[in-house]
């Protein structure tokens, strides 16, 4: 089996005559998304159920065109659905700290709204009228003559009463005094003394009959002035309710329906009434009042006004709203205050709606990071969710001692929640939380590759077609478009898919317009692409073309020529983020006799993740089961891999660590010159592994600094051919015979191609005379040797 790799297998080349046009200025706007039929199809079907639970969680990674296209299906959805009806926030009558919300159909609320400005107009300038005119001035003055009238006879007969008694009344800033008198004057002092005992003594007691007199008729005169008070309100009562009853009525008529209306209404009518003090004297009698208040001035009609808390009459369907900044008050609603004199204050005109509320009977789109991140916000959305209602709280209780703190009534709400997240996000929430389960039972996956069809292919080109009109920026040859397909490849490091996170995608195609643009050039041709990647590259890629330039100095120690016992290069991918570049590793491995068995070197210093330890551990398996069949393990042995200074994680130098293991055990060299990456199981087969594409990118770099001798390659896993998308001149290098990529399915494939030995099979008298497994097998057979000799008992570990 030839292992070696044709250079066709190194990268799958889009043909660019399979494109039947010049230019993307001649090819279709693409309609809707590419390559996401499972989640378009999730997300159809979440949007189409409305039973309760039924809200989405649109996972996948950023760039899939999750948010775009969730957002504008959404509003297709909603165009063809009913449009919500209106809410209004009004002042409690029965408790002015509770305001009461008030549903009307679609468009109605604005028009309730203005209704009510104008009743309160017209209330200002016909009470005015009605309390001025001459019917009521009449009427007014009868009931203050009559008990004017009724007040002056009564200290007519107290007067006559005194005088009988021999006083007269005299009045002072406290009242009403008797005065003792004869003809109708007032005694002197010394006419007081000159009176006999006896005589004065009468004086007195008359004096005292007729002061409990007086207070008799002042308490009648107060019961007189109460009943003309009573008098006078029943007459404002009857002129306010002739005033405002054919105006409420005209209202009520219009709104019959509404039953919540018609009885705010006339909770409304009857506080005109009892209130008609506020349309005689307006602001001025605010004014005046201020001394008397403890709170700030305030318009005096508030009572009267409606707070248009949704409006939807604007609205063709039903409401989408994109929340990107998911606070509390931001979703629920917040309570406002106005802060005058030290203190604060609210009402029913100052409760503002939240995301919640806008879309309520339609759509609230939210990132689930974001609401997560903030605070108490998805506790308070879940049981928004579950009660089907939203409350609106004042969560600022820093001041709660200074302000008036309002419970609007709750609104009811029959909104559909889309949450936009990573797959890991959802997984947790899924795990660890029984509601989240319960209320968002459908899942739309976006993913982050397609399958590399013909037709996909042609989807590209009019995705690559959009862009460039939507942006008017240069449009591509069909050269430049087959370029853009083998990136979108790269990306994925996939022979058979295509990347469906488009930004990069666009960014590519920004970039490579530009640098036509600068070339001069009316198109944008392919190497316009290459130029924009390499630039792109070069814009991040500094910390590897320093590790190079410390590779290419000594400083870190790799051999790419010549043979080595209990050597081989290793390869590992380092993610920067914005760059992700492969790097050689020496990994070593010293055997000497022992029991000890096999130690990780990076595990014991705790330098290595799970997995890596995983794959280590695997290499006791496996010799065991090639070599102990007939003797005891009599080894220990360290593995490392050398200058590395991070965490490490993954299995895919497994297969290079038994290679050197294997090596130092039998004492045979290996080539320095080919690198190895790939997973071993406990059998000696080879796994496939990630990023082999930059890995061998990364180790051939390497070899371009000492030079290339034609006897220099990367083994990989047979089963990674398909995820190589390799440079045109690594490519190229292949062609030439001055690199090479092998594939192997198992252990003994590597052996033989670093050590240029036959591996050897295992037959009834052992291993193949003088093959690699036959050298490492003599070798544990003499340290076996030595153990049983020894006994073991005298060993240091």
């Known amino acids: 089996m030839d292992r070696k790799l044709e250079p066709s297998k190194l990268r799958k080349v889009c043909d660019e005559d399979v494109f039947q046009f010049e230019t993307t200025a ?21 949007l189409s159920v409305k039973g309760p639970g039924y809200n989405i969680f649109v996972s996948g990674p950023p760039g899939t065109g999750r948010t775009t296209y969730t957002v504008s299906m959404v509003k297709q959805t909603a165009e063809n659905e009913r449009t919500p009806q209106d809410w209004c926030y009004v002042y409690n009558f029965a408790d002015e700290y509770r305001p009461i919300a008030l549903p009307l159909p679609s468009g109605q609320g604005k028009e309730f709204k203005k209704d009510m400005e104008d009743l309160v107009e017209v209330l200002r300038e016909e009470f005015p009228k009605a309390f001025g005119s001459e019917e009521y001035e009449r009427q007014r003055e009868h009931i203050v003559r009559k008990y004017q009238d009724a007040g002056s006879h009564l200290l007519s007969d107290l007067e006559k009463a005194a005088q009988k008694q021999g006083f007269m009344l005299g009045r002072t800033p406290s009242g009403l005094v008797p005065i003792p008198a004869s003809g109708g004057k007032g005694l002197a002092p010394e006419d007081l003394e000159d009176m006999s005992e006896e005589d004065r003594k009468a004086l007195e007691e008359r004096g005292r ?20 008070k009573s008098d006078l309100k029943k007459l404002d ?29 006339k909770d409304l009518k009857n506080h005109v009434i009892s209130n008609v003090e506020l349309f ?65 204050t609210t009402d029913h005109t100052m409760i503002k709606a939240g995301s919640l509320h806008r879309a309520n009977g339609g759509y609230l789109i939210l990132q689930a990071q974001d609401l997560l991140k903030a605070g108490t916000s998805w506790d308070a959305l879940k049981r928004c969710l579950k009660n089907n209602e939203v409350r609106i709280e004042s969560v600022d209780q820093s001041r709660a001692e200074a302000t008036i703190s309002l419970q609007p009534e709750p609104i009811p709400v029959s909104v559909k929640v889309v949450l936009i997240g990573y797959p890991s996000v959802y997984r947790l929430l899924h795990t ?71 930004n990069d995608v666009i960014e590519l195609i920004y970039e490579a317009s530009q640098w036509s643009e600068l070339d001069g050039e009316e198109t944008v041709l392919r190497h316009h ?12 890629d500094l910390i590897y073309q320093k590790i190079k330039k410390l590779i290419q100095r000594g400083m870190i120690s790799l051999d790419v020529k010549g043979k080595a016992v209990g050597q081989v290069n290793g390869l590992t991918v380092y993610d920067l983020g914005d760059y992700v570049f492969g790097k050689p590793t020496r990994i070593t491995a010293r055997s000497f006799v022992g029991r000890g068995g096999i130690i990780n070197i990076e595990r014991e210093a705790e330098m290595s993740g799970r997995i890596y330890n995983k794959g280590v551990m695997i290499l006791s398996g496996y ?42 055990i039998s004492g045979v060299p290996l080539c320095q010159g080919i690198a190895v990456t790939g997973s071993v199981n406990q059998y000696g087969y080879i796994q496939p592994v990630g990023g082999v594409t930059r890995k061998i990118e990364g180790f051939f770099e390497v ?95």
């Not at 001649?26 to 997300?43: S, W």
């Not at 009857?238 to 919540?260: C, D, F, G, H, M």
């Not at 305030?298 to 900044?325: C, I, K």
């Open 623 to 664: 010799v065991g089961q090639q070599y102990a069949q007939d003797k005891p393990l009599a080894l220990s042995a360290s593995i490392c891999m050398e200058q590395v200074y991070e965490d490490v994680e993954g299995d895919s130098a497994s297969a290079a660590e038994l290679c050197a293991l294997l090596s130092s």
């Open 529 to 540: 692409v290459d130029k924009a990647l390499e630039e792109k590259e070069y814009r991040s």
């Open 209 to 228: 009959h007729v002061q409990a007199l007086i207070q008799s008729v002042l308490h009648k005169a107060k019961e007189l002035e109460e009943r003309m």
């Open 280 to 344: 005689q004297t307006g602001k001025d009698k605010e004014v005046g009042n201020l001394l008397q208040r403890s709170g700030p001035p305030r318009d005096p009609f508030a009572n009267y006004r409606v707070n248009l808390f949704v409006y939807n009459g604007e609205l063709h369907g039903a409401p989408v709203v994109v929340e990107t900044n998911p606070t509390y008050q931001n979703l629920f609603g917040r309570i406002e205050y106005r802060g005058q004199f030290g203190v604060v």
């Open 26 to 46: 001649e090819v279709p706007h693409i309609e809707g998304l590419i390559g996401q039929e499972r989640a378009v199809k999730a997300l159809r079907f979440g």
């Open 432 to 502: 660890v939380d029984e509601d989240f389960r319960k209320l968002f039972k459908v899942k739309a996956e976006f993913d982050v590759q397609m399958e590399r069809t013909p037709e996909n292919i042609h989807k590209y080109a009019q995705f690559i077609s959009s862009i460039c009109h939507r942006e008017d920026i240069k449009h591509f040859r069909k050269c430049a478009v087959a370029r853009v397909v083998e990136y979108s490849s790269r990306l994925v490091e996939d022979q058979r898919a295509l990347s469906t996170r488009f």
């Open 703 to 797: 070899c371009k600094i000492f030079g290339l001798t034609g006897d220099q390659g990367v083994i990989i896993p047979y089963h990674n051919i398909d995820n190589l998308m390799l440079r045109d001149d690594v490519v190229q290098a292949v062609s030439d015979g001055l690199f090479n990529i092998y594939a192997i399915e198992h252990i003994d494939e590597a052996l033989e191609i670093l050590s240029g030995m036959e591996a050897g099979i295992r037959t009834a008298g052992g291993f193949t005379e003088n093959s690699f497994h036959h050298r490492v097998d003599l070798r544990l057979k003499e340290w076996a040797e030595i153990g049983l000799s020894h006994r073991l008992s005298g060993w240091r570990d």
């Open 237 to 265: 009562s009857q002129i306010a309710a002739a005033t405002v009853e054919p105006l409420v009525l005209k209202l009520s008529q219009k709104y019959w329906s509404n039953e919540r209306i018609t009885a705010y209404l």
